[in-house]
């Protein structure tokens, strides 16, 4: 019998309800397929931070070095200052743990209905893949004359060939095992050298991809495309901030925060990968049971998935949509059970 070691990161808010609803789901496919989990908590998060003054340390990182992939839910608290746990936490893992890529699914599952006319089960079923370790999220610069009017603030993105060629690889390999069409989106007008690294990379790898067609939509226009038309995107390529900004966007389009789910990706397969939803820790409605687990519960089911486990994967994912199509809201006290309820009811379909 396959046995997988998951870490664990509840974090704060309503990331420890949501990711204890998204076990429920794992263990009862790994049941149901025959494979163990065998899955060890984590204390990390704003709460910790506060209690103890320690972000990460190398112990941590070492500790979920050995496990087979991380399962997150979400860390952040008004009380911790911006960037202490965005940087010092999710960022330092991504980077450790040779996380290049993003992967953020835009589905709408059937019977969920999309705050944008228009957007079906049928024409919204795109994959956005985002470079996950450079470009303005590196961090770098400076801030001079800091407090006067003469301010200057400088913030350094970096492109590099090679992580670019690894994201862009990867899409490629999974438009091929899609629909055949990837989609850059960058601002290369502007971007000139930034953009100009990712067209010629896009226009070099796409050589050894036949089958898959290939073309290029600016990132402002992206905005209208996505919401309008999703049915014209298979697999949306882009940087690291574009890529967190349409992924936001692609949320909206398929029912909300509580229905996105994502991953970050080792495509080398060198350290563990890290799987949460796309949303935060929701402080407004932390502890009152409204959240909705299906982005935890879809970014578990990618885990399985990532760890070979497709079957039980497609198994949780077709759980969680038949859940998703029989609640009469999709957050909040209207949706009639709450998050642990909920867990249970997956837990039950699957
Ligand atoms: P972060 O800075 O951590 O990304 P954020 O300010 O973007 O946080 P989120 O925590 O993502 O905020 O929440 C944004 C809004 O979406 C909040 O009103 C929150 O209540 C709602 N929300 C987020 N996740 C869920 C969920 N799983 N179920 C229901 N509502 C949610
Ligand atoms: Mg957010």
Not at 198 to 217: A, F, K, L, M, S
Request: with cysteine; hydrophobic share 45%; proline share 5%.
């Amino acid at each position: 019998m396959n046995a997988y070691k998951l870490a664990v990161v509840g974090g704060d808010g309503i990331g420890p309800d949501v990711t204890r609803a998204a076990l429920a789901g794992v263990h009862a496919a790994a049941a149901r397929c025959g494979f163990s989990i065998e899955a060890t908590d984590f204390d990390l998060g704003a709460e910790r931070y506060l209690r103890t003054g320690v972000v990460l340390e190398e112990e941590t990182v070492s500790a979920l070095r050995e496990h087979d992939a991380i399962l997150l839910g979400a860390v952040g608290d008004p009380r911790v200052a911006p960037g202490i746990l965005e940087r010092g936490l999710i960022v330092a893992l991504r980077v450790a743990f040779a996380q290049s890529v993003n992967i953020r699914p835009v589905r709408l599952y059937p019977g969920v209905e999309s705050p944008v006319r228009g957007v079906t089960a049928q024409n919204c079923d795109l994959v956005v893949i985002r470079e996950n370790t450079e470009g303005l999220y590196t961090g770098g610069g400076s801030l001079s004359h800091a407090g006067t009017e003469h301010a200057v603030a400088l913030q350094n993105s970096i492109t590099t060939a090679a992580a670019t060629a690894e994201t862009v690889e990867f899409a490629f390999q999974l438009a091929q095992a899609r629909r055949g069409r990837l989609t850059l989106c960058h601002k290369t007008n502007i971007l000139l050298h930034a953009g100009g690294l990712w067209q010629d990379t896009v226009d070099q790898i796409g050589q050894r991809y036949p089958q898959v067609e290939h073309d290029y939509v600016h990132a402002d226009a992206m905005c209208q495309h996505l919401p309008l038309d999703p049915g014209r995107f298979d697999v949306v390529v882009t940087d690291n901030l574009f890529g967190d900004i349409i992924s936001d966007l692609g949320a909206t389009v398929q029912g909300g925060l509580g229905l996105a789910a994502g991953a970050n990706y080792n495509p080398r397969g060198t350290a563990p990968s890290m799987y949460e939803p796309v949303h935060g820790s929701a402080p407004d409605i932390a502890g009152k049971g409204w959240a909705n687990p299906a982005a935890a519960a879809l970014s578990a089911a990618m885990c399985l998935a990532g760890l070979g486990e497709r079957t039980a994967a497609l198994i949780l994912e077709a759980a969680v949509a038949s859940v998703l199509a029989e609640l009469p809201s999709l957050a909040g006290p209207d949706m009639g059970r709450s998050t642990e309820e909920l867990g249970e009811l997956i837990a039950d379909r699957v």
